[in-house]
């Protein structure tokens, strides 16, 4: 039986994680939730699966959970010790990390601290403190697992290969909904079209950051540090079938590529059964039916999210988290209809452009560049 703690459990990720729990009771056991206001949903999660503890963003929210629990069986914690309690409670073993945003960077360090097994969706504490996290996961002893699927797929064709022999990794980006539509068009593109993701059931958030690729640049960075990887040997490449997740090229010109349909719950059901595999309910992929697969480069003219992540990477420092909350700060402005679809990129642009990198070695400076990121944002989105 593998006990865990599912943090953003209300979230796309976290409704498959759930899913997942629910279908195999017999392996897994849920000890603790966390979500931030959707409370309605997470008093439902605690009806289902009886939890220890479950967590919501402030005082307010716990007690409006409290009224809708109406039991004393499950505990209820609010705020960020809330969140970090929930990541490091004794006799989790495995913590989903799936909660959006640099908002998971603390409980995620929480979790390793506790040298828990991390099954890791939230890429930002990667992309933020990426060096933190894995020094942190060395000492600990704590294991990280990724939840992402083109992650997920080259953590599988690494396996049983020696490292030596790596050349470089290829991740597969879908395009998004934009991809064939012409760059003049793109002034007029609203929310609700880039909502609108051809293949992918995700988040707000995330289906925004596929639309301007910035959600594959964060995964760039996030595969230097889960795969001990040189920024060279990173290579994006666009598959608008997301049929192949990612592929691992070997000195010798080998090409390992992980197939399957496009279904979070494969991946995520792997990282919490890893080393076993579960038998999902999902249709196999039918390769008498399944489109002819094409492979091309990305447009970084168009979508220059993905040249602005490359950018971070290569200046390091406190970089990354200026890159990612800046991002944030223009999306949701984005989302709010505040500024348009062109104004993201360039908004993160002038963000890190403008931005004194700190060392990026402690936590507190990588804070500091990101509540600075997010002012700098709100100023722009203002002016």
């Known amino acids: 039986?593998?006990?865990?703690?599912?943090?953003?459990?209300?979230?796309?990720?976290?409704?498959?994680?759930?899913?997942?729990?629910?279908?195999?009771?017999?392996?897994?056991?849920?000890?603790?939730?966390?979500?931030?206001?959707?409370?309605?949903?997470?008093?439902?999660?605690?009806?289902?699966?009886?939890?220890?503890?479950?967590?919501?963003?402030?005082?307010?929210?716990?007690?409006?959970?409290?009224?809708?629990?109406?039991?004393?069986?499950?505990?209820?914690?609010?705020?960020?010790?809330?969140?970090?309690?929930?990541?490091?409670?004794?006799?989790?073993?495995?913590?989903?990390?799936?909660?959006?945003?640099?908002?998971?960077?603390?409980?995620?360090?929480?979790?390793?601290?506790?040298?828990?097994?991390?099954?890791?969706?939230?890429?930002?504490?990667?992309?933020?403190?990426?060096?933190?996290?894995?020094?942190?996961?060395?000492?600990?002893?704590?294991?990280?697992?990724?939840?992402?699927?083109?992650?997920?797929?080259?953590?599988?064709?690494?396996?049983?290969?020696?490292r030596d022999e790596l050349s470089r990794i290829w991740l597969t980006a879908s395009g998004g909904p934009f991809l064939n539509t012409p760059v003049e068009d793109f002034a007029s593109i609203t929310p609700e079209m880039a909502l609108a993701h051809p293949n992918w059931d995700m988040g707000a958030k995330i289906s925004i950051d596929s639309a301007t690729m910035m959600n594959k640049g964060l995964e760039v960075i996030e595969a230097k540090w889960l795969f001990d990887l040189k920024n060279e040997q990173i290579a994006v490449l666009v598959h608008p079938q997301s049929i192949v997740h990612s592929m691992v090229e070997y000195l010798d010109g080998s090409v390992i590529a992980q197939m399957g349909r496009p279904d979070m719950r494969c991946a995520i059901a792997y990282a919490m059964s890893f080393p076993k595999r579960l038998a999902l309910p999902v249709p196999p992929l039918d390769f008498y039916r399944t489109a002819p697969l094409t492979f091309m480069p990305p447009d970084t003219g168009k979508f220059p999210c993905l040249a602005l992540a490359f950018d971070a990477l290569e200046r390091a420092q406190t970089c990354p988290a200026v890159l990612n909350a800046a991002n944030e700060a223009a999306v949701e402005a984005f989302l709010n209809k505040k500024i348009a679809f062109l104004q993201i990129p360039h908004i993160v642009s002038l963000a890190l452009d403008a931005h004194r990198p700190g060392s990026g070695r402690n936590l507190a400076d990588i804070l500091d560049a990101d509540a600075w990121a997010r002012k700098f944002a709100a100023k722009t989105v203002t002016k």
């Open 1 to 162: 039986m593998i006990n865990l703690s599912i943090l953003g459990s209300t979230g796309s990720i976290g409704k498959n994680a759930c899913w997942v729990a629910n279908n195999f009771p017999e392996k897994f056991s849920v000890k603790a939730l966390t979500a931030s206001t959707s409370i309605k949903a997470l008093a439902d999660q605690i009806a289902a699966f009886k939890p220890e503890m479950a967590v919501v963003r402030d005082r307010e929210q716990a007690q409006k959970l409290s009224a809708l629990v109406g039991n004393k069986t499950c505990r209820i914690d609010y705020g960020p010790d809330g969140y970090a309690k929930a990541a490091s409670l004794p006799g989790v073993d495995t913590v989903i990390s799936a909660t959006v945003g640099a908002a998971g960077l603390v409980p995620t360090l929480a979790a390793v601290d506790a040298g828990k097994t991390v099954a890791l969706a939230n890429k930002e504490a990667l992309v933020m403190a990426g060096g933190l996290v894995m020094e942190r996961a060395r000492l600990s002893g704590a294991r990280i697992l990724p939840i992402d699927s083109e992650h997920s797929a080259i953590f599988q064709c690494l396996a049983g290969h020696n």
